[in-house]
């Protein structure tokens, strides 16, 4: 089955201890973007890659960083997570970023609370 | 900086209903419009999307229209179903290289049987 998925799906930590969220698809999709989602804000883009080793800032970079070693893999690291980093947090990736063929597939999310 | 506004960030009907949302945007480059749904604990899905040369699509009971001289966009939803709650967000990618879509802020749509 054609999907992105996320782990872990539920995460509550402590300020300053680094964690990773994983994202994988199995699609052989170039794209790949994260995303956190809060309340009265939608989705707001926080990294994005368009290809292996090919990395860029979204709109709220700060306190996060990515790597793009594989295809399928794009995880999110939060080197010393804040409370202010409490949110759901979206994976999603596409063919590539061309017109027609961006049409973005997002994980199930993963809800995280630092206390 | 690009903007995408969502109106209402909340609306209900009764079911067999219409409902309507609409999205303004910012940036007049922007040239694909997606609208995704979100059920409660799961990831945004796309529903319908809609590029800057074509005015209406329709896919069943959903409709997006674009108004490119507005600079806004419209999903509608006819005969609804209590399957149809769900929180939904706009979209719209600009001209940049970058692919990114910005996204409305999203609205939760209550169906009442």
């Known amino acids: 089955e054609a999907q992105v998925t996320q782990n872990p799906r539920y995460l509550i930590t402590v300020t300053g201890k680094k964690l990773t969220v994983t994202c994988s698809q199995n699609m052989n999709h170039e794209y790949m973007s994260w995303y956190r989602q809060d309340p009265g804000l939608g989705l707001r883009q926080i990294y994005y890659s368009m290809n292996v080793e090919v990395t860029d800032k979204g709109d709220v970079p700060e306190g996060y960083k990515v790597s793009r070693k594989e295809k399928r893999n794009f995880p999110l690291i939060l080197e010393s997570p804040s409370p202010n980093q409490t949110s759901l947090y979206f994976c999603?990736?596409?063919?590539?970023?061309?017109?027609?063929?961006?049409?973005?597939?997002f994980g199930p999310g993963t809800r995280l609370t630092v206390l | 900086g690009e903007n995408v506004e969502q109106h209402p960030s909340t609306l209900s009907v009764q079911e067999g209903d219409s409902a309507v949302i609409k999205c303004t945007y910012s940036?007049?480059?922007?040239?694909?419009f997606p609208w995704y749904k979100q059920e409660l604990g799961k990831g945004p899905q796309l529903i319908i999307d809609i590029r800057s040369n074509v005015g209406e699509k329709k896919d069943q009971r959903i409709a997006v229209t674009l108004n490119k001289t507005a600079k806004h966009f419209s999903l509608h939803i006819t005969e609804t179903q209590p399957e149809d709650s769900a929180v939904y967000f706009c979209?719209?990618?600009?001209?940049?290289?970058?692919?990114?879509?910005?996204f409305g802020q999203g609205t939760t749509l209550q169906v009442k049987p």
């Open positions: 940036d007049s480059a922007s040239n694909y």
């Open positions: 979209a719209a990618k600009g001209s940049s290289n970058t692919g990114k879509l910005i």
């Open positions: 999603a990736s596409s063919l590539s970023r061309r017109p027609g063929n961006n049409e973005q597939f």
